[in-house]
């Protein structure tokens, strides 16, 4: 199995802890990794996607894209918030985090089973 779309996962949510991180401490969030962070998620999906077509009986991650695409859309109306320079919901940050914590585990647990 191609261990891309793993490896793209894993710095994608570890980009977005740091990014958490500097929310969680009133530091300015660099636009630069914001944009990287949600560009990276967005590949990872895509490349789940085509593992999907190549696995389609691994439920863990036709699972885990579907997570990763809910994820996706509440980091969209973070941006959103972020863009009208809006302070960031703590519950939206902390669901987009879980959410994608969770699509990390099922992306592992994908491939050990794989």
Do not use: C, E, K
Request: charge should be positive.
């Amino acid at each position: 199995m191609h261990w891309a779309p793993l490896v793209l996962v894993i710095l994608v949510v570890l980009a977005g802890l740091g990014l958490a991180w500097r929310d969680l401490h009133r530091r300015p969030l660099p636009l630069r990794i914001s944009i990287l962070h949600g560009l990276g998620g967005i590949a990872a999906i895509v490349l789940l996607i085509l593992l999907d077509t190549h696995f389609p009986q691994n439920r863990a991650l036709l699972s885990a894209t579907v997570l990763l695409l809910l994820t996706a859309t509440g980091g969209l109306l973070l941006f959103g918030f972020r863009a009208a320079r809006q302070p960031l919901p703590g519950l939206v940050v902390a669901l987009h985090g879980v959410f994608a914590l969770a699509a990390l585990g099922l992306v592992i647990f994908g491939y050990l089973r794989s």
